[in-house]
């Protein structure tokens, strides 16, 4: 929410031991635990192997070398309110963080020290000495004790201190540090894309090191790019430059809808062009993106639009996979008569629709009835019972049960095969079937029924009293979820060439959800940004992401994630307007009032209902 | 005489054991403005979501234009020509003012998925329609609810233009009876005498028959045509203000027996 400017008075700093002693010991104590918990979860040692600059630090030590200078970031951050005085932040600040980060690494010597003198490998089974050899910086339980205090007390004061830094400084530090993090992240894709068919090996080659991870100089030079590029938004923010996000909307009218026909053109023609450039690897990471996005698109009209909890999504992945696989492989269930014929992907995909409809009444049909919770429930078991149904033996001679459908051949358009070996082939198909997806959500959730799927959300009985015939309206929810999820499924099923129910586990239908919330309920843009983000780069429930070392900790992160974002920013990582305004109603009517465009109850007459839009 | 609208016929509701309502009867006649009043707790909501089809009654008919509405839908019931307020303002908070009256057009209206994919000359039309139709209504309550308004969520207006926009939304759906439940209920009594005009206006110019329940004695006064006065789920009283004003059982629902007839 952009509030307007504060208009704090501000105190002089605080004295240095003036502290809450209390606060800083909790939050010491919960660092403490963050890092024995992200140690005894492994995540040091398993991610060493994967540096991030060559040699100094890999994403093993920076895994734990990140928590500090939040903690110490944390401890002194305070909500600031309108209006209030506040202590101007000083050397107080610092040592909070300094003696957060000392008690966080007191608990990562005390670690050490028992990993020395125990072994709990029984019910910790990363109790290593692999784990303690790390711990140690491979120095010696001497040094590994006394380095973690030091380390986090230097971590600590950074985080307290980024309160000192003025507004410029933070941002060009965060620049510089997402600059340097997103190069050695990316380094995958940015490798792919530069010298896969471009000729530009000698930027590559300058960045990376040859085993992976930045080499120094490419650090420093991403540092410096990062630096340059946070220095240019500081003073795109002070004015001094102009940012075409502001133009962009100040645009009103026909000017603004001929600015969005530019972007879209641009965006297609990006999409167009980009696989073209990339290899093989990264069009397969784009290909998993692109039928999560399809999937995430369909829950989104489903949630975000109706406002119903569907937890059973991928029962709608799995029937599109299915039929896909059995009307057109050979090596279906034997069961079938001879009269199913063995068809083309597109004929298929008729039939796929339509069985996705069927799906979507039958599922929806008694589900619908319910609200909330219930109806969160039941679908959570609609889920799993597609899923056990393809798996039993008594639809075997269908589906193959374990064996599941195999011999999937691709999609033939007569002068190419698309299948699963030709990613960026997959990728196109998958990129035209999310620019329906998009359109059809798009679409829709102008119209009449996106209307009515609206007022059901906020309150389904007012809704119902106001002439909206619910059940149907709902089930035209489902119905549109569940063939845009079919066409997800159909293409999944071209794409691997088999499908097995445990490809439609129910992890599938929470991942998707995550992305649809993690992302931004309800806003198309910010759907695509979390299939980006979470199945991109941490990867999906089967597929490996750009960082494939963190695919045993997926969920993990997932799970902090949810969290972090639930509590923080509810709305998503690009929300829409409507969403963010439920969730913080408050915030907005404040907003409202300060531009002065809440109108006062009318005291004097017709004219106060005429006040001017601020 | 003019034409009998709604007929309530011996209608009874229980929750449990309790008699929200009892064997009531009630009827309204085209263009009439009628007042359910009533102490607290007198049934009054239950009587008005009954005919909205909220709440099911145990026993007894409520017949619209000689359709009976009994296991109708809310939304049926609304399709038919009875829309209504609510007495707790019920708005969609978060869509715009217009959304707000252009959703309530939804049982008027019949474009479906394909209009809107195909953005079809029927589906651009009736949009342009529900616009038109929803501007209209809002149009009513003078300047407060259009211009710029139109585009900003209900959740910013007052609490005055709140209960107006419910009035607006009700009118959207294009009904011949609207039932206002406390259309006046916390606004100032400038405001409340501005409204009861405005109820005037709903009947003559726009030609809706109104059944209001409402507290204040001004108001029911100014522009009932008759009034029903409900007490323990029981009709007490019927008439014109007049009447029921110095009916001796209304007075006693309201102010309780005097201390030395009671027994």
Known sequence: MSAPMATNETLPARAALDQEWRKVVNHGLLLALVLVFVSLANMPVSLDSRMIIEPMLSMGYLSLLWIPVVMGFIVSSEKVLEGIAYHAKGAREVLAGGLVGVIGGLGLSL???????????????NWSPALLDLLQFGNGIGFGVIIWPVLGFGLGVFGGALHIFTAMTRTIVGWVVGAVLGVAVFETVIIDLLTERLPFEFITDWFYFIRGGLSQQGAVTAALIGGGLGYLRVLAQRGVVPTPVQDYKQLVGPERTRANTIIIITCGVATAILPLLLGRITNELLANVGLFVLLALGLNVVVGLAGILDLGYVAFFAVGGYATAILTSPNRGDSWPDWVPQSHWFAALLVVILLAILTGLFIGAPVIRMRGDYLAIVTLGFGEIIRLLFLSDWLGGYTGGAQGVTNIPGVDLGFVEIKGTDPRAIFYLVAVFCALAIYVSWRLEKSRLGRAWMAIREDESVAEAMGINTVNVKLM????????????GAIFAAKVGSIFPTSFIILVSIVILVVVIVGGMGNILGVIAGAAVLIGVLGGPKQPGLLAEFSEFKLLIYGALLIFMMLKRPEGLVPNVRRTRELHQEEFLQDAWLRSQVDADEQDGAASGEVAPA | MSERLLTIDNLSVTFGGLHALKNLDFHVDKGEIVSVIGPNGAGKTTFFNMISGMVEPTEGDIVFKGESLIGLDPNQVTARGIARTFQNVRLFANMTILEN??????CRTKQGVFGALFNTGGFKQEEAEIREWGEKVLGFFGSRLVGYRLDQPASVLSYANRRRLEVARAMATKPEVILLDEPVAGMNPRESEELTGLIGQLRDEWGFTIVMIEHDMGVVRDVSD???VLDHGETIAQGSYEDVSTNPDVIEA?????????S
């Not at chain 2, 309201?254 to 009671?262: C, T």
């Open chain 2, 254 to 262: 309201y102010l309780g027996r005097p201390a030395e007839e009671a």
């Open chain 2, 226 to 228: 008759r009034v029903v």
């Open chain 2, 101 to 106: 009256v252009m959703v309530a057009q939804h």
């Open chain 1, 111 to 125: 670690l050490v020290i028992l990993i020395d003198n125990f072994n709990l490998r029984d019910p910790l089974v």
């Open chain 1, 477 to 488: 929810a489902f119905v549109v979820g569940a063939v845009l999820a079919s066409f997800s």
